[in-house]
């Protein structure tokens, strides 16, 4: 919540309206690490992982898919209607 009011260092990545920022990349990391430590051998698909290069490949290993924070651009504006997103698939 803190990183709401706070001054934050926005890029873009498809388009001008396509933004991402630090806490993105932040909270995308931390779920990632909590996540790989209870569940190691599970695959993950996560947005910021995806938009710089990572691939994209589902199998049947159980999947977590993460946006982590779905509403960059609420929250480059400091307004209060985002979310984290975060399903898994196990076929």
Not at 62 to 69: E, H, R
Request: glycine residues 2%.
């Amino acid at each position: 919540m803190s990183a709401l009011t706070e001054e934050k260092r926005v890029s873009t990545k498809t388009s001008a309206a396509d933004l991402v920022t630090e806490t993105d990349h932040f909270v995308e990391n931390l779920i990632i690490s909590v996540l790989k430590e209870k569940f190691p051998s599970h695959r993950f698909i996560a947005e910021e992982s995806t938009a710089a290069g990572s691939k994209c490949v589902l199998t049947d290993s159980p999947t977590w898919i993460i946006d982590p924070v779905d509403g960059t651009c609420n929250f480059v504006h400091s307004k209060v209607s985002q979310c984290y997103l975060i399903a898994v698939l196990d076929a």
